[in-house]
């Protein structure tokens, strides 16, 4: 049978390039390729043995006491998420940070990339009175996942970097806030902070600008705390979070080490919470309601902050160390290359200014030796047609740090081999 599908059906399941891609990520980490891959494309989270233990006894707890365990997988949640989940998680964020939050605030999603679609879906596209309202991303590259979604085609607009020159082989991006427009036409701002793929955290200078701009445009600025503050707290530089009721932000337990339980948290002014809660009843019912009970306990104990704190954000950190050690010690000093400085989350950003290919053919190159890395391609997306000549978009990657070191460290040495190579 021949089937036929609608604009909006064919946008959001036809083949894309980064489809494939992930696809390709996918198959490394079953292990059903025929290479033996050395994964350092997609952004899972390490497996970090005392944060696993720690589930494994919530878990454990749960399954212990029976009546618990009944309620948690017999019943359906509100689609707003668990009370109880709700209650301690505002209660977190007001112990943690003195924002003035309470649980009507709060929705819980099936993890944070739902979080998004719902949040693009609410706010950009074709208004009532015509306008087309677009997601404006004040920095590219950001993050991949939100390149495809939203209903409408073509909602994101974007804005190119100052970059930064640091010392030798260091750069960083910064919001060129004499670009950056805001006006009629845009639905909110958008951030992730630390910024996948590259590492960089937004000052807290930049956010209050941007919350500025915001607000005086009467549109939400949506931070996206993935990998941020305060659960897992992979962020390398002193913060100062702020929220505001103009602002939305989104969470996530899956860097904590918990992306199979699905589950994203939307902190918001009331009637946008209320709002994707509606749009989770509409959409899917109700949540995964396992993640919200493994943690829910340690919220209100604080062991949650503790273990951000003191175990994940230094791993990370350590991590990161280790891979730009690896970095330094595979690439020659004179070699052309510039990483973005580390400032959080999982990933390294690779800059090679002379490189002679474009990344996607590096990309291809590396995966026939055996690497995955993410060509950086991808995460310019939005931008003017004007862009598409700045080479920069063409001559960065974006490398994962958080597998095994003999991991890493192979990856990296195989990729400064090829570009050695490929300048020769
Ligand atoms: N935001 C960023 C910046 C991410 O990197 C990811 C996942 O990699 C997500 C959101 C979505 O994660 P999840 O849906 O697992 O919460």
């Not at 109700?286 to 919220?299: D, F, K, S, T, Y």
Request: with cysteine; hydrophobic share 40%.
């Amino acid at each position: 049978m021949q089937h036929q599908f609608s604009i909006t059906g064919e946008r959001l399941s036809g083949h894309s390039g980064i489809v494939e891609l992930m696809d390709d990520l996918g198959a490394a980490l079953a292990g059903t390729g025929k290479t033996h891959m050395r994964m350092l494309g997609g952004g899972n989270p390490a497996h970090v043995p005392p944060v696993q233990k720690v589930w494994r006894e919530r878990l454990q707890a749960i399954v212990d006491d029976t009546e618990h365990c009944d309620r948690m997988l017999a019943n359906y949640d509100g689609p707003g998420g668990n009370p109880r989940f709700r209650e301690s998680f505002a209660g977190a964020l007001r112990d943690i940070y003195g924002w003035d939050v309470g649980p009507e605030n709060i929705a819980v999603t099936n993890g944070g990339q739902t979080a998004f679609f719902f949040l693009f879906t609410l706010l950009a596209g074709e208004m009532a009175d015509g306008r087309f309202r677009k997601v404006v991303l004040p920095l590219v590259p950001e993050y991949i996942g939100y390149s495809d979604q939203g209903v409408a085609e073509g909602i994101f607009q974007s804005f190119r970097p100052r970059i930064e020159q640091l010392d030798g082989h260091s750069f960083k991006y910064r919001i060129d806030f004499d670009a950056l427009k805001v006006d009629e036409n845009s639905a909110a701002i958008c951030v992730s902070r630390p910024t996948n793929p590259t590492g960089n955290v937004l000052t807290d200078d930049e956010v209050s600008r941007l919350a500025d701009l915001a607000s005086e445009a009467n549109i939400p600025l949506i931070i996206d705390n993935a990998y941020g503050e305060p659960f897992p707290g992979a962020v390398f530089e002193p913060i100062a979070p702020m929220w505001n009721r103009s602002m939305v932000m989104t969470f996530s337990l899956s860097k904590l080490g918990l992306p199979g339980t699905r589950t994203g948290i939307v902190l918001a002014d009331e009637e946008i919470a209320s709002r994707i809660r509606t749009m989770t009843g509409i959409v899917g019912l109700a949540n995964n309601n396992i993640g919200q009970a493994i943690v829910e306990p340690m919220l209100r104990s604080g062991e949650l902050l503790q273990l951000s704190r003191e175990v994940i954000r230094p791993f990370y950190q350590k991590k990161a160390e280790a891979a730009h050690a690896m970095v330094a010690k595979h690439f020659a000093d004179d070699f052309p290359y510039s990483v973005h400085r580390s400032e959080g989350a999982f990933f390294l950003w690779l800059w090679f200014p002379e490189l002679p290919i474009a990344t996607r053919e590096l990309y291809t190159r590396l995966k026939n030796r055996g690497v995955l890395v993410v060509p950086g391609e991808y995460f310019f997306y939005g931008l003017e047609d004007a862009d598409n000549d700045w080479p920069h978009r063409r001559q960065c990657i974006r490398v994962t740090f958080s597998q095994g070191e003999e991991v890493v460290e192979d990856g990296i040495r195989i990729l400064a081999d090829e570009l050695r190579q490929l300048h020769a």
